[in-house]
């Protein structure tokens, strides 16, 4: 089984407490001090249970006084000067690690009269957040997808309803949202090319989703397909790696991991690109696991350039998107959908990505 993340431990059991009316509104919660101490767990741990309490609106906190169970009829966010408020729903808690949106974002806000409100949907799901959202006061909503066809069913309702809503990562099958993207293509190629110039012949593609659940995933699979082609190393008479994908099961997806490096030894693979860095990150702590050298026993290139990617043994090779610039663009995108909603922008906005040569690549 999948391990839960400490953090979420603690969510889970004051979700709980407040969903029982154990705690009522307004009653105050434990400290970071006291949860750290009941739980066991650091006092970064027990922050971050609360962001996630906090960005899910289950809690508000007062500046010297604590952390307080939210009303649900109240709403203790304060209000921006002019009311002019845009969404963002994530589907992880803010973490500039895994790209700072936020940061891109209110920049563009800061040269307008809106002001950004972020949440998160780890608790309490995109559906219900989604079906919220559309009755809420905001002015628009910028969206990260969990996939590009999960929750259709509300999400064409926005559309019908011309709701001004931009999505950032992924495009939403079917429905023609502005979407802002990094350029997965040209990443996915640029990754296997990597490989391909030094001299590996058989490289293998994996994601944590079936490439059909996630444009931005599809595409980067499509660049490494295009690069192989495009150097004669796809072989069509044997069953190779080229068009598998492992899906990352969270009941044993570890298990997929191991099965998929020890494919990767007897099947002579010598290059792996991955769909992020997080699962490439994971691969090289369960080779060295099972006794494998990552880059010498096989080469590893990951997607995103995440801030523990130059800090990991070794350092990873990888493609770097630009987090911040993809919020800018977003940001400006939908505040023009909403302030000239008939001029609305033919194309999707796509931003370039880059090679980080790191420690992960070994020359053949």
Do not use: W
Request: charged share 20%; aromatic share 8%.
């Amino acid at each position: 089984m999948e391990q839960i993340p400490l953090y979420q431990h603690i969510v889970n059991a004051l979700t709980a407490k407040i969903e029982s009316g154990e705690l009522q509104a307004g009653d105050q919660l434990p400290t970071e001090a006291e949860i750290s101490k009941e739980y066991k767990v650091s006092r970064i741990t027990s922050k971050r249970a609360l962001n996630e309490l906090e960005n899910a609106k289950l809690i508000y906190r007062i500046q010297g006084k604590g952390s307080f169970v939210s009303d649900a009829k109240a709403d203790h966010r304060p209000l921006s000067k002019t009311g002019k408020e845009i969404l963002l729903i994530l589907p992880f808690a803010h973490n500039p690690g895994l790209g700072d949106y936020e940061k891109g974002i209110n920049e563009y806000l800061a040269t307008t009269e809106y002001s950004l409100n972020i949440q998160s949907n780890t608790i309490v799901g995109q559906r219900k957040l989604l079906e919220s959202a559309l009755q809420s006061a905001h002015s628009g909503l910028i969206l990260y997808p969990i996939s590009s066809i999960s929750d259709l069913g509300i999400l064409y309702q926005y559309h019908l309803a011309k709701y001004p809503l931009v999505t950032m990562d992924k495009c939403i099958e079917g429905i023609p949202f502005l979407s802002v993207v990094s350029d997965n293509f040209g990443g996915g190629y640029q990754a296997s090319k990597h490989l391909i110039e030094n001299n590996h012949k058989k490289i293998a593609f994996i994601s944590s989703l079936k490439v059909e659940n996630s444009s931005s995933i599809r595409e980067r699979y499509f660049g490494y397909l295009q690069a192989l082609y495009d150097y004669n190393l796809i072989d069509y008479s044997v069953n190779d790696l080229t068009d598998q994908y492992l899906t990352h099961d969270n009941d044993n997806g570890r298990e997929y991991y191991i099965q998929f490096i020890r494919s990767v030894m007897t099947q002579g693979i010598t290059g792996i690109v991955a769909e992020n860095d997080l699962i490439a990150i994971e691969i090289i702590q369960i080779a060295k696991e099972l006794g494998l050298s990552v880059p010498d026993d096989f080469s590893v290139v990951g997607f995103d350039n995440i801030h523990l990617a130059s800090f990991v043994e070794p350092k990873l090779t990888t493609i770097s998107q630009d987090f911040e610039q993809m919020g800018y663009e977003a940001a400006r995108s939908l505040i023009s959908l909403i302030e000239h909603p008939l001029e609305r922008p033919l194309e999707n906005v796509v931003i370039p990505v880059r090679l980080m040569e790191r420690q992960t690549v070994k020359k053949l």
